[in-house]
Structure formats: C-alpha cells, structure tokens
C-alpha cells in the first residue's frame, strides 16, 4: 500500500513537470504576464513562480527564465554614438535691417556680386542703347559706372543702379522686374561669372528713406537727408553702395574659402590615423594656387584692408563709408578669413613639404639600387 501511495505520487510529479516543458513553446502567444504567486496542488508541493489562467479556466505555469533569452533577442541596447549633425545651412552674409512698417517712404537697397570682373566700357555702351542714362561722377571716382532708369519702385526717389568693377552691382529704388532685366544684361559683360544661387543667396538689402538733417546710418536704415542737391546725394548713395559691394564680393569669397577647407578636411585626420595621403604633387599645387588666389584677391586686389583714395579730401562720405563697413563688419570678417587663410597655407606647406621627402626617399633607394647593380656587375666580371 505505501509502495502504491508513493508511485502514484511520483508519477502526478512527472506529468506536471511534462506539463511545464510543454508549455514554453506557447510562451509568445501567451496574455500578460501575472502576478507572482504560490498554489498548492494537490498531491504536489508547493511552486512559486507566475501563474495565469486559461481560457477552459485551469491554471497554466510560465518559466521566468523564457522570457529573458526572448527579450535578449529581440531588443537592442541604444547605440551610445551620436546621430550625426545635420547639414549647415549656408545663411545669407546679413539679412535685411530690422523689418520696417510698410511706409510709403521706405525704399530699398539691394547688392549683388555676379561676378569676379565686369568690362565696364561695354557694359556701358551697351546699356546706353537700351535706353539707360549715365550719371557722371568726379573723374577720381574711377572702376565704377553709374545708370539711371525710369523704372521706379516708388514715386519718393529716383532709380540708380551702381556698377563696380569688382564684379558688384548696387540696386537704388529699381523694381523687381528691371532688376531681373538689368542682371541679364550684364551677363554678356561678366568675367568669370559665379552660380546664380549664389548670388542671389549672397546678396545685401538695406532700407533707406529721407530724413531731416544729415544723411546717417541709423539702426540698420540709410536716412538720407531730404535738403541735398542731387549731385550730392549721388556721392552718399556711392559711398554707401561702396561698402556694400566689398561686403558681398567678401561673403563670396568666404563662400570660397569654407569649400576649400572642406576640399582639405580630411586631410589632418588621415594624418593622425598614420594613414598615407593619398595625394599627387599636380594636386597639391593646385589647392596652393587656390589657396594664394583668394589671398591675393582678399589683401591685394580689393579695398578691403585701405580706404580708397577717393574719400581722402571727402570726410562726410568717408564717414559714411566707415560707417557702413563697421555695420556690416567687414573689418572681422577680414581678419577672420586671413587667420583660415594662415592655417590653410601651414597646412599646405606641411603637404608640399611631405611630397618633397617622399620624392628625396624614392631617389636615394633608386641610387642604392644602381650601385648595387653596378657592384654586382663588377663581381660578376671578377669572378667569371
């Protein structure tokens, strides 16, 4: 009797641990996990572990143990690697003055740069036979040419367009349609033209409005002054669109020169990870000669760093100038590019420097090779 007591004992305990293999493969498919809890079965000692009830109403037992190697599986820890920053969007050199009420006296002031050179002479003659005024300016007011036209904005001014050049036209109350018209014209007469996303991405625009008393620049506005005779307020209007010529001519060179450090970029990194740089002296003179091109186009060519001899015997107009070219910082901007510029050159000069040694290193193991050769010829003879 306690022989058959104790089998039947034994086998309850065999099938209810068939029962806990088995149900694992219906681990998935299984409703939220439950509570922990401890039940007596009978004829069973008590198990602790989770317990849920199925849909006939009996009682199923789930193993903790399934659940960990099914999330291991399936879920991965987050990368601790940054996503990568976005793309920096180029932004215009300034964007317009703080925005103004729209007053009939507001007009508006816009630069371009189009190009590295315009041929002034037949820029002129060609505008002149579309029906285009010149202005005549004091004969040392020289690389620019001045052009009115009827095609107004608004009724408070006249329309002016300054060319310079540099390669920087200057807008004065001329609507939008003569612009696009005038920019096409001066497409014959570009040297060296740039993209046109450029240009118009790089591009200067400042109100201007008449005013009692003295033409100033006052907070991001030109109030030109309303009791000035005509030939003078041409001279302001030039001394203004100076400075906003050489501020767009800079802000596309500084176009320029962040794609040119980004064309060399990679290269102290490869330096720093003892790579080779995988550069031919042909290339490397080229991005020297780049390099010095835009040098000498930003201290050299430009008015950058000087102040034009024309404001010399001219204080009121050199004031305006100062002025404006403070506004629009092109002092810093200069000073900025001219610390890239250094780097860049250092940077170059280590490439070219590089290029040398390695041509030195070829040379001497080809010296070594030919007199080994020629040592060995000389065995050679000795010997046979």
Same mark, same amino acid.
């Given at each position: 009797?306690?022989?058959?007591?104790? #089998?039947?004992?034994?086998?309850?305990?065999?099938?209810?641990?068939?029962?806990?293999?088995?149900?694992?493969?219906?681990?998935?498919?299984?409703?939220?996990? /439950?509570?922990?809890?401890?039940? @007596?079965?009978?004829?069973?000692?008590?198990?602790?572990? /989770?317990?849920?009830?199925?849909?006939?109403?009996? #009682?199923?037992?789930?193993?903790?143990?399934?659940?960990?190697?099914?999330?291991?599986?399936?879920?991965?820890?987050?990368? @601790?690697?940054?996503?990568?920053?976005?793309?920096?969007?180029?932004? /215009? @050199?300034?964007?317009?003055?703080?925005? $103004?009420?729209?007053? %009939?006296?507001?007009?508006?002031?816009?630069?371009?740069?189009?190009?590295? $050179? *315009?041929?002034?002479?037949?820029?002129?003659?060609?505008?002149?036979?579309?029906?285009?005024?010149?202005?005549?300016?004091?004969?040392?007011? @020289?690389?620019?040419?001045?052009?009115?036209?009827?095609?107004?904005?608004?009724?408070?001014?006249?329309?002016?367009?300054?060319?310079?050049?540099?390669?920087?036209?200057?807008?004065?109350?001329?609507?939008? =349609?003569?612009? =696009?018209?005038?920019?096409?014209?001066?497409?014959?007469? &570009?040297?060296?033209?740039?993209?046109?996303?450029?240009?118009? #991405?790089?591009?200067?625009?400042?109100?201007?409005?008449?005013?009692?008393? !003295?033409?100033?620049?006052?907070?991001?506005?030109?109030?030109?002054?309303?009791?000035?005779?005509? $030939?003078?307020?041409?001279? &302001? =209007?030039?001394?203004?669109?100076?400075?906003?010529?050489?501020?767009? %001519?800079?802000?596309?060179?500084?176009? +320029?020169?962040?794609?040119?450090?980004?064309?060399? $970029?990679?290269?102290? &990194?490869?330096? %720093?990870?003892? !790579?080779?740089? =995988?550069?031919?002296?042909?290339?490397?003179?080229?991005?020297?000669?780049?390099?010095?091109?835009?040098?000498?186009?930003? !201290?050299?060519?430009?008015?950058?760093?000087?102040?034009?001899?024309?404001? #010399?015997?001219?204080?009121?107009?050199?004031?305006? *100038?100062?002025?404006?070219?403070?506004?629009?910082?092109? !002092?810093?901007?200069?000073?900025?590019?001219?610390? %890239?510029?250094?780097?860049?050159?250092?940077?170059?000069?280590?490439?070219?420097?590089?290029?040398?040694?390695?041509?030195? +290193?070829?040379?001497?193991?080809?010296?070594?090779?030919?007199?080994?050769?020629?040592?060995?010829?000389?065995?050679?003879?000795?010997?046979?």
């Amino acid at each position: 009797m306690l022989v058959r007591t104790l #089998w039947s004992r034994l086998g309850s305990q065999r099938l209810f641990a068939s029962a806990c293999l088995s149900s694992r493969a219906h681990l998935c498919r299984a409703e939220p996990r /439950p509570r922990e809890a401890a039940v @007596s079965w009978s004829g069973v000692p008590f198990i602790s572990g /989770p317990l849920a009830v199925n849909r006939s109403g009996h #009682w199923r037992l789930y193993s903790v143990n399934i659940v960990s190697p099914v999330l291991k599986s399936t879920l991965k820890p987050a990368s @601790s690697k940054r996503a990568p920053k976005g793309p920096r969007t180029k932004q /215009p @050199s300034r964007t317009s003055a703080p925005s $103004q009420d729209e007053h %009939k006296d507001v007009m508006r002031c816009i630069a371009y740069s189009t190009a590295d $050179q *315009y041929h002034l002479p037949t820029l002129g003659h060609d505008l002149t036979g579309r029906g285009f005024q010149a202005v005549d300016l004091p004969r040392d007011a @020289s690389n620019v040419l001045v052009i009115s036209t009827e095609a107004i904005a608004k009724q408070d001014d006249g329309a002016l367009i300054f060319f310079f050049r540099e390669g920087s036209v200057v807008f004065w109350n001329v609507e939008d =349609k003569m612009m =696009k018209k005038v920019l096409r014209i001066l497409e014959q007469h &570009e040297i060296q033209p740039y993209e046109v996303a450029l240009v118009h #991405w790089e591009n200067e625009e400042i109100n201007y409005m008449f005013g009692e008393g !003295n033409t100033k620049l006052e907070r991001g506005n030109f109030i030109l002054s309303d009791q000035m005779e005509l $030939q003078e307020a041409v001279l &302001e =209007k030039f001394a203004f669109s100076n400075a906003l010529c050489l501020s767009v %001519k800079l802000a596309i060179w500084e176009v +320029f020169l962040d794609n040119f450090v980004e064309s060399i $970029q990679s290269i102290p &990194e490869t330096l %720093k990870s003892g !790579n080779r740089v =995988k550069l031919s002296s042909a290339e490397v003179m080229q991005k020297i000669g780049e390099l010095f091109s835009l040098r000498h186009c930003i !201290n050299l060519r430009s008015d950058l760093l000087i102040t034009p001899d024309f404001y #010399w015997d001219r204080e009121h107009l050199e004031k305006l *100038y100062e002025k404006t070219c403070q506004f629009l910082s092109i !002092n810093r901007r200069v000073n900025v590019m001219n610390e %890239k510029l250094e780097h860049c050159t250092q940077l170059t000069d280590l490439m070219r420097s590089h290029l040398n040694e390695k041509h030195s +290193f070829r040379l001497e193991w080809m010296i070594v090779i030919l007199i080994t050769i020629e040592v060995l010829f000389e065995l050679a003879r000795m010997i046979f």
